[in-house]
């Protein structure tokens, strides 16, 4: 564990039935340190996050919040000790304004709508969208809806958030303001992030350090730059023709979809 503490999940192994999701797999996040979470279609990606987040019992293994045990808390639970999950839908309160929405994650953790409504507009100042504060959020383009998301999860106040592929569906005027808002997360507010993302470039500008899946497996934990040049990578993307996986060049992962 790193002196600030880290968000942990060591031998995490999950089944459905007789197919085998994740099998020992151990990750760590640092505050103030994002983690990429790449890897192909099947990989275990999205039951390890749930896991994370409460959402999914895990057959073995713990999770831990700066040394604290997550096991059998739920999601809320979770979000109280510091730890807050986005999806891929932003999931918005189409009536509310952007400020509404944005205090609603100040309130899920017990602020009074004083206090909520003070976060909420330091978490929008911060993320860029103080003068979307009144708007509401049924008119907000597809950009900026995810940017509010992001901005409610984080008037929870965690000290970790972890994000289901938070470029999806932006385009390439969009995410340069998602790669800001990253960046003033880290580095203004201290919060450590792990994300799942398909997009390469995206994860070698804001990402510290890339952790790739494959057959339930960490197959690479390492520098963003090192990733797509790892041989296991590679084969992982690449596919086996054996299973009918169609071949990709490894220049072009972002285009592997989970």
């Known amino acids: 564990m790193t002196p600030d503490g880290a968000l942990t999940a060591t031998g995490i192994a999950k089944s459905f039935g007789a197919l085998r999701v994740l099998d020992s797999v151990t990750i760590s996040v640092a505050r103030g340190e994002i ?15 749930n896991i994370l987040g409460g959402y999914e019992t895990p057959d073995a293994g713990e999770s831990a919040l700066d040394g604290d045990p997550l096991g059998g808390l739920g999601p ?10 986005t999806f891929q839908s932003a999931r918005l309160f189409p009536r509310l304004t952007v400020g509404e929405n944005t205090a609603l994650g100040a309130l899920g953790v ?3 709508r004083r206090e909520a409504d003070e976060v909420a507009a330091r978490v929008l100042d911060a ?21 509010a998301g992001l901005a409610r999860a984080m008037a929870a106040q965690p000290k970790y958030l972890v994000m289901d592929e938070p470029a999806a569906g932006l385009n390439e ?38 952790v790739v899946l494959s057959s339930g497996r960490v197959i690479f934990d390492g520098p963003p730059g090192d990733a797509t040049r790892h041989p296991d990578v590679q084969a992982a993307y690449l596919g086996d023709a054996a299973l009918g996986v169609a071949a990709r060049r490894p220049d072009n992962i972002e285009g592997v979809r989970r």
């Open 127 to 147: 993320l860029g969208l103080a003068d979307r504060a009144d708007v509401e959020a049924a008119g907000l383009p597809h950009g900026l809806a995810r940017l």
């Open 35 to 49: 983690v990429g979470m790449l890897g192909p279609n099947g990989a275990g990606k999205s039951t390890l996050v």
């Open 173 to 210: 005027h969009e995410v340069p303001a998602l790669l800001a808002a990253l960046h003033r997360i880290r580095d203004d507010l201290g919060c450590g992030m792990l994300l799942i993302e398909h997009n390469v470039s995206l994860v070698g500008q804001v990402c510290d350090r890339v």
């Open 110 to 112: 017990g602020a009074s």
């Open 76 to 85: 809320d639970r979770r979000a109280r000790l510091g730890l807050a999950r």
